[in-house]
């Protein structure tokens, strides 16, 4: 029923009778009740991937590919011993697959939950935020410049609200909502006083009544299902999965090359066939791809719990390759809790910082409403202007004081609470000086008004950079009087607050015809407007943050600001948190204009700081640093900040203050909007490729051991070690769980000293694959010295095997503590770090110790009990291996290689401390 009323052609008192609201908004029972009623605001999304789907993923790799033709083969060969094993191995790999990619999947699925939309809502008369979700028909919502409306909306009021509808229209173009009705056959895309959800706010401000949710909205109707967001390969899955076939078909031609030659030797065929395929079994890194996937997911995780959001698992390698990170200032450097320290008019300062203001006239209502606004002290006038061009509302009194004093706009906010200091209540002066019309602020116009009635004529009251409202004087309010205007003694009095890293806002007021009083569009550039004085916010820098730009400077990775704040305010800041010391250069937006892209590419190599600057010119800076080689995270909150969040290798996004836009184009987001977050993030994401190195290293240096084994028997014509049933027991004891836990490695602490991974950097680094060689050829030599010696001394065939097995299974669950660290100690380092990995090697150990005892295994794998006097000699034999990576673990930290990331952490390098070069001084714009 209620889908076939033409909300468009209802005037807006119409639209709230028939929805049974009020421009107070709902009752929240009210609310709850309609709730039950209509439903949740929502659009299905696309189902998960089925289970099957996820088990039937598990087989799609190579290395599965190598174990599934060797369980044919031995199928073939009526070995079903073997083959029963071989499928044990692929169930097992593929149940632990399974569930390690259900969890990832649903981890991922519980960090989208808290970036799910909330809606601004009026309910109760008050103004709160509510998940969008929960919104019904009859709310009253409210929306700002960034929001994806959340509901059909029959808008209310608008204040220049502009809107992409492109989701419907596929025009890209912003359409001027307005709200008056619309005759009933207006298509959907000319509906000027609705505003559909799904589509964009770019600018201005509106309220709007809920008419529809979920499936009854336009959208829902179209039957759109909202953006499935299934999980695309990431770079790095990508990168594995070359891998991956590069090592299957290793392991594949040289098994295949060392059989035919031992056919052609004259050795059996069978027997060596079945060989081949056990030991194909025993090298390939089966577990790989899902090692790849639970280091991301696990990191991921890590990273939610230091309150940054992955949207994706990509943006967790790439995170760890960060070598330049662009942040705002406001909020995300600064804590973005802005205080009036200062008030500058006609030349008088007056410090907000004592408890005893500068005597100015504090006026009761009265003898406001009594006098011409024109006679007020210029202070006064400038408080008064700041309270009624102002979008945040103040909590009632008894609020005031605890730790939000209201909603909206810190720099708002502040002004609020400066005015109140006065006696000035937006209330009062609003009915004194009745508001006409608006112009809310938005960053690049870097200024807000209103129109007041002000002694019977419609003045123009403007706030903004300084700068900007200069532009628009042609008088200001001096000791003297009213003088022609003195831009550079004002400029020079906004320079000293901004040096002292206070935000300068300058004040004006001016007549205007009456004839603009009501349209916006005409008064975006007003001129003959009298400056009337400045006011210095401070704005704490957050805790911490001078710490973590101090880690990010050792880490190598620099630390830029970009800012539309003004240059000095800008240096001042950046001065006291290390990003650049004060005489180093800053860029504004203007020069930045003039720049050349080729002009920039060399200049942000030096300048750390970029104030002024405009949305759309962060993207240029961007893409310079990208150019240079860097790999960029960029901060961003705004709409036209989507564009850098899209092009930067990671886009940070403010979960607090951001808007939906920046969210949904950015690669993470940051629950507290802090600095810090975003460098806990990057040790996170160095952590995360760290570990899969450790993984990889593991599961390679254990294969290429057995690699080396198979050639070397066959090569000296010695019965085979092992026979092929051992193989893929031994594949089952040592990489059954050891590469899945290296997962949960601790990151380690020298992590933030490296420099950034080059993102050129193979799978292993070259120090890894040195140790790849050195270690597979010790693991191997290891076994067939003890089986030769073995098989001398005893003459068993059957033993010298069992011996050699239980060699191999030492070896390997050693190594797996050598591959902890790349160039730390083993014994440096707690087994209990690790409990996941402790306890697999233990269980291991005792498994496969427990096979020799037990008549099913000592059939099945024909191993014996291994004699007592025997063991001391294994033992000792496996711990070579612990000696000769403690060894080059040791040469290297001497010696280390300028190739590899892991040992860039000892090298020293000189780290990307800001620029030191004298320039010229941060000069107010004129
Ligand atoms: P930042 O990069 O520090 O977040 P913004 O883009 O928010 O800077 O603001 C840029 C400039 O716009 C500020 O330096 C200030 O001069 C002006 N400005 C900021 N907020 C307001 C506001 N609420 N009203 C008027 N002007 C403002
Ligand atoms: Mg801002």
């Excluded at 059909?152 to 509808?165: F, I």
């Excluded at 959907?188 to 770019?202: K, P």
Aim: hydrophobic fraction near 50%; include cysteine; glycine fraction near 6%.
């Amino acid at each position: 029923m209620r889908d076939t009323v033409h909300w468009h052609a209802l005037t807006v008192a119409e639209t709230l009778e028939r929805l049974g609201t009020s421009l107070d908004g709902l009752a929240t029972r009210e609310a709850e009740r309609r709730l039950q009623q209509f439903g949740p605001n929502e659009i299905e999304t696309a189902p998960p991937p089925s289970l099957l789907r996820i088990i039937l993923h598990q087989f799609k790799s190579p290395l599965i590919y190598i174990l599934l033709v060797a369980a044919l083969v031995t199928a073939g060969l009526g070995e079903w011993i073997d083959t029963g094993a071989i499928f044990a191995v692929l169930l097992i790999n593929a149940a632990l697959g399974t569930y390690h990619e259900l969890r990832a999947e649903q981890a991922i699925r519980s960090l989208m939950l808290y970036l799910s939309p909330r809606a601004r809502v009026i309910r109760d008369g008050v103004e709160r935020e509510i998940p969008a979700k929960s919104l019904v028909p009859g709310d009253i919502v409210l929306l700002e410049s960034g929001i994806r409306v959340p509901a059909d909306l029959r808008l209310v009021s608008t204040t220049a609200l502009m809107v992409d509808e492109s989701v419907f229209t596929g025009e890209s173009v912003p359409v001027v909502k307005r709200p008056d009705p619309v005759p009933p056959e207006t298509p959907i895309a000319d509906r000027v006083c609705m505003a559909f959800l799904g589509t964009i706010v770019t600018s201005g401000r509106g309220v709007g009544v809920v008419v529809s949710t979920g499936r009854a909205t336009e959208l829902g109707k179209i039957a759109y299902l909202a953006r499935a967001e299934t999980q695309p390969q990431t770079p790095l899955e990508r990168q594995f999965a070359r891998f991956a076939r590069l090592v299957a078909l290793v392991v594949l031609v040289s098994i295949v090359a060392i059989s035919s030659f031992g056919v052609l030797r004259g050795d059996e065929p069978a027997l060596l066939f079945k060989f081949a395929v056990g030991a194909a079994v025993a090298i390939v890194p089966e577990g790989l791809p899902i090692v790849v996937t639970l280091v991301l997911a696990v990191s991921a995780q890590r990273m939610a719990r230091r309150r940054a959001i992955v949207r994706h698992l990509a943006a967790v390698e790439t995170l760890g390759s960060t070598t330049v990170i662009g942040s705002d200032k406001t909020g995300t450097l600064t804590e973005n809790r802005m205080t009036v320290r200062a008030l500058w008019a006609a030349r008088r300062v007056i410090s907000f910082e004592d408890e005893q203001l500068d005597p100015v006239p504090h006026l009761s209502f009265s003898a406001l409403r009594e006098t011409a606004f024109s006679d007020l002290p210029p202070a006064l006038r400038v408080l008064v202007t700041g309270v009624l061009a102002n979008e945040a509302t103040l909590a009632h009194s008894e609020e005031i004081g605890q730790e939000r004093a209201g909603i909206g706009d810190p720099t708002d906010l502040a002004l609020l609470i400066a005015g109140a200091r006065f006696g000035l209540v937006r209330e009062e002066l609003e009915s004194i000086y009745p508001i006409l019309a608006e112009i809310p602020f938005e960053p690049e116009r870097r200024f807000a008004a209103v129109v007041s009635r002000i002694d019977g004529k419609p003045v123009f009251l403007a706030k903004g950079a300084p700068e900007r409202i200069l532009d628009m004087c042609s008088t200001w309010v001096s000791p003297e009087g009213l003088v022609p205007l003195d831009r550079e003694a004002i400029l020079a009095a906004a320079h000293q607050l901004a040096q002292q890293g206070l935000r300068v806002l300058g004040f004006a007021a001016g007549e205007i015809p009456f004839e603009h009083a009501e349209r916006i569009e005409s008064l975006l550039e007003p001129s003959g407007l009298t400056f009337l004085g400045l006011v210095g916010l401070w704005d704490p820098p957050r805790a911490g943050v001078r710490e973590a730009i101090a880690s990010c400077h050792s880490a190598g990775i620099r630390v830029v600001m970009i800012t539309g704040d003004h240059a000095a305010t800008a240096a001042a800041i950046a001065d006291f948190l290390g990003i650049a010391p004060r005489s180093s250069p800053v860029l504004t937006g203007r020069e930045l204009q003039r720049l050349s892209d080729e002009e920039l590419r060399s200049i942000v190599q030096q300048v750390s700081v970029f104030a002024r600057v405009e949305p759309e010119q962060k993207l240029r800076i961007v893409r310079a640093l990208q150019a240079n080689g860097e790999t960029v995270a960029v901060t961003g909150d705004g709409v036209n900040d989507a564009p850098a969040l899209r092009a930067a290798e990671i886009g940070v996004a403010m979960g607090k203050s951001g808007t939906d836009v920046a969210r949904e184009a950015a690669d993470i987001v940051l629950t507290d909007d802090n600095f810090v977050t975003i460098v806990a993030a990057v040790e996170e994401g160095r952590g995360a490729f760290d570990n899969l190195r450790k993984a990889t290293f593991f599961l390679i240096s254990t294969g290429a051991a057995m690699l080396f084994v198979l050639p070397f028997a066959v090569l000296a014509g010695w019965p085979l070690p092992f026979y092929p049933a051992q193989l893929l027991w031994l594949n089952l004891v040592t990489n059954g769980l050891q590469d899945v836990a290296m997962a949960f490695e601790p990151k380690e602490p020298g992590l933030m000293r490296r420099r950034p991974r080059p993102r050129r950097e193979g799978i292993l680094s070259p120090l890894l694959w040195e140790r790849t060689l050195l270690s597979g050829l010790v693991m191997a030599a290891g076994t067939l010295w003890i089986f030769d010696w073995t098989l001398r001394a005893s003459g068993s065939l059957d033993l010298a095997r069992t011996v050699a097995l239980t060699t191999m299974v030492i070896f390997q669950n050693f190594q797996v503590g050598n591959a902890r660290s790349s160039i730390r100690s083993l014994f440096r380092m707690s087994p209990f770090s690790n409990r996941v990995l402790f306890a697999a090697v233990i269980a291991a150990i005792i498994v496969h110790v427990g096979a020799l005892y037990v008549p099913l295994t000592q059939f099945v794998l024909r191993v014996e009990p291994i004699p007592l006097d025997i063991w001391p000699r294994i033992i000792l034999v496996a711990s070579t291996i612990l000696a000769v990576v403690e060894v080059h673990k040791w040469l290297r930290r001497r010696w280390p290689r300028r190739d590899s990331w892991e040992t860039s952490e000892v090298l020293g390098e000189p780290t990307r401390r800001p620029t030191m070069q004298p320039a010229r001084q941060a000069t107010p714009e004129a």
